[in-house]
């Protein structure tokens, strides 16, 4: 299986890579790589996943809503629906966040103690 190299830029300058396999949509790729993308109705509808492909090209895996798409600039890219053809470098106006991949109980514990340190 193939997999493309996606790069995520935002205007304050910070950036992620991570790898998306062919016909994984990027929304999923970022989450398994440990980001959270922007993203509301994960089905093309709504467009807050928008992102600018600046270098690459995409495929939807299911069809996005043309009336959203026609109100964005040119090279927007509903990410929640996109899959890459080739390596892609898309900026955003929003910033990604990372997951934390902690266990709820370890988080738990470390808060216990935390807050008995207090
Ligand atoms: S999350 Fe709604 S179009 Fe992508």
Known sequence: ????????????????????AQGMTIHAAARDAGYRVRA???????GICAATLRSGSVDYVSPVSK???EGCPPATVFLCQAT????????????????DKTPLSRRMATAGKENKEE
């Open 84 to 99: 890459p053809t080739q390596d892609c470098c898309f900026s955003t106006d929003w910033q990604w966040s990372v997951i």
């Open 67 to 69: 009336a959203k798409l």
């Open 1 to 20: 299986m193939k997999h493309w190299r996606i790069s995520l830029a935002n205007d304050p300058g910070a950036k992620v890579e991570f790898d998306c």
């Open 40 to 46: 509301s109705c994960k089905s093309g509808g709504c």
